[in-house]
C-alpha cells in the first residue's frame, strides 16, 4: 500500500470512529483511496415513504457520506460547501444500495465530487449526486 492509500484509510478509519450517523444507519465504508470512497447501505422499512420507495432523505444522506468520506482523504478537515441530487430510479426496502464518490478536482480549498448511488442486486442508478468541498484545516 502506497503512502496516499495509507492516509486515506486512516482518514477514514478516524471519522468513522465519530460518525454517529453512519453507524446508527449501517452505512459502511466498503473502500476508500485518494479522492475516492464507496459507502453501502442496506435499505430497511423505516427508510421507505409514504409511496413504497426509498424516501430521497436517505438516498441524498448515503451519498453524502460517500462524498465526505473522499474529500476527507488527504488529512485535511473538509466539509461540505453544497449538494445537488438527481433521484433516477426508485430502491425499496431490502436492496442494498452502494454509493462511489469520485473526485472530478481540487482548486485552493475547494474540490467537486461525484457521487453515483446504484443498487448492488443489478447494478441500476438510484440517484447522482455532485458535491463541492471545502477544506476548512489541516487534520
Same mark, same amino acid.
Given at each position: 500500500m502506497n503512502d496516499a492509500a495509507e492516509v486515506a484509510r486512516r482518514c477514514a478509519e478516524a471519522m468513522?470512529?465519530?460518525?454517529?450517523a453512519a453507524q446508527r444507519l449501517g452505512i459502511e465504508i =466498503?473502500?476508500? =483511496?485518494p479522492g475516492r470512497a464507496r459507502a453501502r447501505m442496506a435499505v430497511s422499512q423505516a427508510m421507505v415513504n409514504g409511496h413504497g420507495v426509498v424516501h430521497g432523505g436517505y438516498l441524498f444522506l448515503l451519498a453524502d457520506t460517500a462524498f465526505a468520506y473522499a474529500c476527507n482523504t488527504y488529512d485535511a478537515v473538509t466539509v461540505a460547501a453544497a449538494a445537488d441530487v438527481v433521484f433516477v430510479a426508485p430502491a425499496h426496502d431490502g436492496d442494498v444500495l452502494d454509493a462511489f464518490a469520485t473526485e472530478r478536482t481540487r482548486f485552493g480549498r475547494s474540490g467537486i465530487y461525484d457521487v453515483t448511488v446504484r443498487r448492488s442486486s443489478d447494478a441500476t442508478v438510484i440517484a447522482e449526486f455532485r458535491g463541492t468541498s471545502r477544506t476548512v484545516r489541516r487534520g
Open positions: 468513522y470512529e465519530r460518525d454517529t =466498503a473502500d476508500v =483511496a
